[in-house]
């Protein structure tokens, strides 16, 4: 009896042992470490509409370099996603709903990010935001709430950008000293540009030759620069063909410029005394489609084979077919645009090439305007202001990279990074000597 | 007054959009400024759309030259318009089943993306393709040696034409026999210019050109072109450029 007793307990505790094994144990918790230093803050220098928020990564983010390298990160308690909560504490004098007034998530960012723009804040309000891990396992790790609550403000002026505001204000003083001294009668020289003397050469070349004159402003819409220069060419241009009594031909890639076009060439031919040999259906719309709007134009050459090409505008891979077709044709052909990469190709096609600012100067150049060309002097004495910033840039890199080691904290460094950081990008006013010096390939 | 108006809605757009950039409260400005473009480019479209057709009509009436194109392209056009505007072949949306057009007209499958994938891009790739023919007749143009510029755009092309491929490396493999004494020899210590032997392989000196001239003379055609664009935008802003607005 004794025995069977004992076996009996013996059989029992080993079926308790085995059950233990095959039914689960309470799991110990998984979650992974919260992220560290939460700190959020109005953005700077915008219309207090945003709230900046940064945090320090989790310890189990595998993106965190600083833990990575050092520690064994367990597969299950691997960052997934950080998820950033927000509760208004202040609606401004506004009713603020339940909904806002309690915690709720506003966003998930993906693991290794460690800040996030929240756009959705109101102005004037005041907003807590808290911030936690979350792993693969959707385990959150306990929450992070950042020290105090933030109240987006809107600023008078973007001080980001003031540098630039001096450079607008100086250069635009430059343009309207040169325009009142162009007024009070002073004679202001320009030089020559040989693609802009050469206009009137190919329309009076297609005169002779009975051929009509092609004039492509470019693919870009009216809303850009470089089609408006374009098109006061082309005003120039046509009132030359109206006075010669040559045909001008305008296709074009925009249903808005094919419109201005028309008003353009229309006015220039009343100006020349010809109106009746306008011919509104000559300036027409192909498509929007760049490479269709080149085979229609290119097959427009090669049939109707026109004396004179003029490429005025913005352009993009097209221009080397435009300018090469035009160049097997025979056509005189000029082109301008303020496209640095398609340049070489106008360059090599065709006779004459009006680069970046000869290209924006040629309104003023045509029109022979004293207040134009005043503004042309102006834009030369904004360039010479540049270049002494550039030179003086350049000083203080030299000399940085003759004496001084990178990390140096000497005026040059600090002059340099004050030039490239503030003056030239978008620190505003900023600290003198802040930021690192970077000389040797940097592309900024 | 028709030349007045566009000048005035030219002149408060440019200052608005100017003001928009610095002033953080009128930001949302510039975004609404693009939308009414917008707006207007799309009712442009129907202006740009109809003279197409006219002009193709009138060809094609008239059997000029050429009308066999102008042709197709109304047939195209017209084609396009109804398969698109149809939805041919679009199956309608999975939450409203019983609304026929209620598809994504881009639909895989569909008639307008047959006509997209299988007719505009490879039409579209073809124009393309052909840029690298033009750019051979251009640069046999460019690259003769008529005077010393041009002999040294030839010499610089075929550096960074060889540069850019194994020849390139092909050629100076010779110099992994020299001792570094030799190949990294550098008479006046001038670490910046690529004045050593190992600098002046072609792959290397490639970098040179691409990163150190090519790089100044792009970034003064830069300036030059952002001072421009200031100087025309100032004198479209003052009023003082209206030419295009048809007036000298």
Request: with cysteine; glycine share 10%.
């Amino acid at each position: 009896m004794r025995i069977r007793n004992i076996l009996a307990v013996v059989v029992a505790m080993s079926m308790t042992c085995f059950a233990a094994a095959q039914s689960p144990s309470p799991a110990p918790s998984l979650a992974p470490e919260p992220p560290t230093d939460l700190i959020v803050a109005d953005t700077p220098d915008d219309a207090g509409n945003s709230v900046e928020v940064h945090w320090n990564l989790s310890q189990n983010d595998v993106f965190n370099t600083l833990l990575s390298d050092t520690q064994e990160v367990n597969p299950q308690q691997i960052v997934a996603t950080y998820a950033v909560e927000r509760k208004v504490t202040d609606g401004n004098g506004n009713e603020v709903s339940d909904e806002d007034a309690s915690w709720r998530k506003v966003s998930e960012i993906g693991a290794g990010e460690s800040q996030w723009t929240d756009r959705s804040v109101n102005l004037g309000w005041s907003y807590d935001y808290r911030v936690c891990a979350v792993d693969n396992q959707g385990d959150k790790s306990t929450w992070c709430n950042a020290s105090g609550s933030v109240t987006p403000v809107m600023q008078m002026f973007n001080m980001s950008k003031a540098w630039l505001a001096i450079w607008m204000l100086l250069f635009g003083a430059f343009i309207a000293y040169f325009i009142n001294c162009a007024r009070s009668g002073k004679t202001l020289w320009v030089r020559k540009i040989a693609g802009l003397e050469a206009i009137d050469e190919a329309v009076g070349r297609a005169t002779e030759m009975g051929r009509p004159i092609l004039f492509v402003a470019g693919i870009q819409d009216i809303n850009e620069i470089q089609t408006l220069a374009g098109l006061t060419v082309l005003s120039r241009v046509a009132k030359t063909a109206a006075e010669y009594g040559a045909q001008i031909e305008v296709p074009t890639c925009r249903s808005l410029v094919m419109a201005a076009a028309r008003e353009t060439v229309e006015a220039a031919y009343l100006a020349a005394g010809a109106p009746d040999s306008y011919q509104p259906d000559r300036i027409h719309y192909l498509t929007d489609e760049q490479f269709a709007f080149v085979a229609g134009v290119t097959g427009y050459m090669v049939r109707e084979k026109p004396a004179a090409c003029i490429y005025m505008g913005g352009f993009y891979a097209e221009s080397l077919i435009l300018a090469e077709t035009g160049n097997h044709i025979g056509a005189i052909q000029v082109a301008g645009t303020a496209m640095p990469s398609q340049l070489p190709f106008f360059v090599a096609s065709c006779d004459y090439t009006l680069i970046g600012e000869e290209f924006f100067a040629a309104s003023a150049y045509l029109s022979g305007d004293p207040l134009q060309i005043g503004s042309l002097k102006g834009q030369d004495y904004g360039k010479f202001l540049s270049v002494l910033v550039l030179l003086t840039g350049i000083f203080f890199a030299t000399t940085i990279s003759m004496t001084e080691s990178d990390e140096s904290d000497g005026f040059g460094t600090g002059a340099l990074n004050y030039i490239k950081n503030n003056i030239l990008g978008n620190e505003g006013f900023g600290s003198f000597g802040g930021g690192d010096t970077d000389i040797e390939g940097d592309d900024s | 007054m028709k030349r007045t108006v566009p000048l005035i809605i030219a002149i408060v757009a440019g200052f608005v959009l100017l003001i928009a950039n610095f002033i953080p409260f009128a930001e949302g400005w510039g975004l609404k400024a693009q939308e009414w473009f917008n707006i207007l480019a799309v009712g442009a479209m129907v202006l740009g759309g109809g003279n197409l057709v006219k002009l193709h009509l009138m060809k094609v009436s008239g059997q000029r030259k050429g009308w066999g194109y102008s042709l197709v392209t109304i047939v195209c056009f017209f084609g396009t318009i109804i398969i698109g505007m149809s939805k041919m072949g679009v199956h309608p949306n999975a939450l409203y089943p019983d609304y026929a057009w209620s598809g994504y007209y881009l639909e895989s499958g569909s008639g307008l993306w047959w006509i997209y994938q299988h007719m505009i891009v490879p039409l579209t790739s073809m124009m393309f393709a052909m840029l690298a023919f033009y750019v051979a007749t251009a640069a046999f143009r460019a690259f003769r040696a008529k005077n010393t510029e041009a002999t040294l755009l030839l010499v610089t092309a075929g550096i960074v034409l060889l540069g850019r491929t194994y020849a390139g490396v092909w050629l100076f493999g010779w110099l992994d026999w020299l001792p570094e004494s030799i190949t990294h020899f550098n008479l006046f210590s001038i670490t910046w210019l690529p004045i050593d032997l190992y600098s002046l392989q072609f792959d290397r000196l490639t970098v040179w050109i691409m990163e150190i001239p090519n790089t100044a003379g792009t970034r003064a055609i830069t300036i030059g072109i952002a001072l421009g664009v200031v100087a025309t935008s100032l004198r479209i802003l003052l009023g003082v450029d209206r030419s295009y607005l048809g007036q000298d």
